[in-house]
């Protein structure tokens, strides 16, 4: 048998030999005043040791919603109560399209088709051919408690928390159940106890702790004079750091995730022999849609797309030459092989000064300025689409473009730089699908592994003639256009693009400086 014990198990020993009521982990904590992270690292070596059994219990923490508060107090009533009230005033049966319209219904916010349903599931009514018909007691009067109300209103007494197990009562339960999902009434998260207890070994031992016979090793953290001199290093053992335990967390200083992605895009396309280029923010249609070939009757110029500038409305055109040479494309295609797009082209119309909606206009920008190959550009900035918010779209967003003069390049090329990039990148599950863009020929659609999907990242392609050769470039010319938030979901995890923007502490906390 051992005669001394680390401290930390010595008092677990010496608390559970003393006999405990509660032998759960937070109240052993608090009886030997230790950290529950140390009582917990005690219990598991003891365990080992085959002093202790460590046993777990499941529960359900169960806490009152924004609603459920207010029904606890007295303050609002469970939606399916106030409809079973409106059916009744109706003569105990009513169709989800009378109740639609019903103002009490409106003001409270309740949609009749959804709380129709959960009036069928509490028994208080039947469904038949869209209408809802009022069942039992909820005929003539107000139905009795149902199990979620009960549940409600238990939590509320108890103070607003409530932990269920094994001896709560059954209605209780099933209210918890049937609240699953509406956070609004209740709130459920599963967790579990953990109990320490001695086996005979550990009873020996706190009986050996009692007689003095097994004590507890003294740790010190350094060697001083005084135990070289008198020799009392002999009897102590120097404490070992244990890096597996809970430390404080620091949350140092450090740049948005989202603004170190774009410089780790930056440093990723340089690190490919690529060189920055830019744009306005204001750009003329000539440079956003025109040089682009994209026609001026195209739905993407529209204003339910696009963000027109007030003022200035205009700016100026390039160079004559250049124009007229996008103009002819646009109008019979040039002396590009193509018969353009058949339509009387409008320098009015070229002239409009919009938000960018893309950067590519900087990639056609600066084959404008050096139409020679062989020349690799990329450009990172803030665009605008009017676009519908949802989980993976904003009207305001950030694009990596880039494009690649040069006379051998070819389609496998371009797939290649996807793949490279992402990887350099830390991405390595990448594939294509055939897309069209007006611009490109051929078009692939770029897509990146996120979590168990696949997240559309973007678009590529080879440069149609019709977009190169007015401005003198004959080489063939790779092109995509990458969304940055795009690239952060998938590189961050981020399963919404508006979590990247909302200041979640927390968030921004977990990310690491390394990723």
Not at 72 to 95: F, K, Q, W, Y
Not at 207 to 234: F, Q, Y
Not at 268 to 275: E, K
Not at 352 to 377: D, F, G, Y
Request: net charge negative; proline share 5%; glycine share 8%.
């Amino acid at each position: 048998m051992h005669d001394k014990l680390q401290p930390h198990q010595f008092a677990l020993i010496k608390v559970l030999g003393d006999g405990v009521e509660d032998p759960r982990i937070e109240n052993l904590a608090t009886l030997t005043g230790l950290d529950q992270a140390l009582v917990s690292a005690a219990a598991t070596e003891l365990s080992t040791a085959g002093h202790v059994s460590i046993s777990e219990e499941a529960y359900t923490e169960v806490t009152l919603g924004e609603l459920g508060e207010a029904i606890g107090r007295g303050e609002a009533e469970l939606p399916e109560r106030i409809i079973a009230r409106v059916v009744r005033a109706s003569g105990g049966n009513a169709s989800v399209r009378d109740l639609s319209a019903d103002g009490t219904l409106k003001a409270a916010g309740i949609q009749a088709g959804k709380f129709g349903k959960k009036l069928v599931e509490l028994g208080w009514a039947e469904f038949a051919k869209g209408t809802l018909t009022l069942a039992g007691d909820a005929v003539a009067d107000e139905p009795p408690s149902c199990d979620i109300e009960v549940a409600m209103t238990t939590v509320h007494v108890s103070g607003g928390n409530l932990v269920t197990d094994e001896n709560t009562d059954e209605r209780v339960k099933n209210g918890v159940a049937r609240c699953k999902g509406r956070r609004e009434l209740l709130n459920a998260k599963d967790r579990s106890r953990r109990f320490v207890t001695l086996n005979l070994s550990g009873f020996q031992l706190a009986e050996a702790i009692k007689a003095g016979t097994v004590t507890e090793l003294r740790e010190v953290n350094e060697l001083t004079p005084d135990m070289l001199a008198d020799g009392s290093w002999r009897e102590v053992q120097f404490r070992s750091y244990d890096v597996t335990l809970s430390a404080e967390q620091v949350a140092p200083g450090k740049a948005h995730p989202l603004q170190r992605l774009v410089q780790q895009t930056r440093e990723a396309f340089m690190a490919l022999g690529f060189s920055e280029a830019n744009c306005q923010m204001a750009e003329t249609a000539f440079w956003d849609f025109d040089a682009l070939f994209q026609p001026q009757d195209h739905p993407a110029r529209e204003m339910q797309d696009t963000f027109y500038c007030k003022t200035p409305s205009s700016y100026p055109l390039p160079d004559e030459e250049i124009v007229e040479r996008v103009r002819r494309t646009h109008e019979d295609g040039w002396e590009t092989g193509s018969q353009g797009w058949r339509y009387q082209w409008s320098p009015k119309r070229a002239a409009q000064v919009v938000l960018r909606t893309h950067m590519t206009a900087s990639s056609i920008e600066a084959i404008a300025r050096n139409p020679k190959p062989p020349q690799k550009v990329f450009s990172i900035g803030r665009v605008f689409r009017r676009e519908t918010v949802d989980y993976k779209h904003l009207p305001e967003f950030m694009q990596v473009d880039g494009i690649i003069l040069d006379e051998h390049a070819n389609f496998a090329s371009l797939l290649g730089t996807m793949e490279a990039f992402c990887q350099r990148l830390g991405i390595p599950e990448v594939r294509f699908k055939p897309d069209f863009f007006p611009y490109t020929e051929p078009s692939a659609g770029v897509q990146v592994k996120w979590g168990d999907d696949w997240l559309e990242l973007g678009g590529s392609g080879i440069f149609r003639p019709e977009v190169t050769l007015p401005f003198g470039c004959s080489a063939p010319v790779l092109a995509w256009g990458l969304g940055l938030e795009r690239l952060a979901m998938a590189f961050y995890g981020v399963r919404s693009i508006k979590d990247l923007y909302q200041s979640d502490l927390d968030w921004l906390k977990s990310v690491p400086l390394s990723a």
